[in-house]
């Protein structure tokens, strides 16, 4: 099983749609979470971290379930900008400072 | 401002030369990291440092050296040895804590001709 997981996609969706992707991650004592966005032949940019709690960044949710193993971000009223990939990524818990990153789930908003 | 700065942006090689990727960056981050990038793939960890003069390999460290001479730079050399090192290589940083993730720097486009 891989470290963290993501559907590869693409997801297609129309503009002002609300779409929701999820990540699994394999180990139980991570603690830290976060959503990159990459745009073609662009470097990943910092979208959200991921908290306990959930939280939401205008309209973008993050939620976190530890007990599946997984995070999921929602987009709501999607903008045709939003089409990108997105990376899942997890902090090694093992002290060491690495970062664990999904192979990313692509999304295209359709005008 | 602040940032992480990679160059060059696109370099070519010719086989069998070794060739070094800079990243230098001026957000006082302790830590710093090489990844590789390959079409339609994942970021995969070649090495990472979390303090000057000293680095550790990541899962594809083979073909590839750094060193840490100073907390602002973190250069790759990516040898002769290297398979295929034809990829887009990204430099990033962070603070050592829990909930910071990376800054990325804007990534180097390696070819080998």
């Known amino acids: 099983r891989k470290e963290v997981e993501q559907d590869p996609g693409p997801f297609n969706v129309p503009e002002g749609a609300t779409v929701a992707f999820n990540c699994t991650y394999s180990n139980s004592a991570s603690q830290s979470f976060f959503w990159y966005r990459q745009d073609c032949r662009k470097e990943p940019k910092l979208l959200m971290s991921?908290?306990?709690s959930g939280n939401e960044d205008g309209r973008f949710t993050a939620q976190l379930n530890r007990a599946s193993q997984y995070i999921s971000l929602l987009i709501r009223d999607s903008k045709l900008s939003d089409s990108a990939t997105y990376l899942c990524v997890v902090k090694d818990p093992s002290g060491t400072y690495k970062y664990i990153f999904g192979t990313g789930t692509r999304l295209k908003v359709l005008a | 401002d602040g940032g992480i700065t990679q160059s060059p942006k696109y370099l070519f090689r010719k086989e069998g030369q070794n060739v070094t990727l800079s990243c230098e960056q001026n957000?006082?981050?302790?830590?710093m990291y090489w990844y590789r990038q390959d079409p339609g793939q994942g970021l995969r960890l070649i090495y990472y440092?979390?303090?000057?003069?000293?680095?550790q390999k990541g899962d594809i460290a083979e073909g590839y050296s750094v060193s840490r001479e100073k907390k602002e730079s973190f250069p790759l050399t990516v040898t002769s040895a290297q398979k295929n090192p034809t990829a887009f290589y990204l430099c990033a940083s962070s603070i050592l804590g829990p909930q910071h993730g990376y800054t990325f720097g804007s990534g180097t486009r390696l070819t080998v001709v």
């Open positions: 957000l006082n981050h302790d830590a």
């Open positions: 440092s979390q303090i000057v003069n000293d680095f």
């Open positions: 991921v908290y306990s």
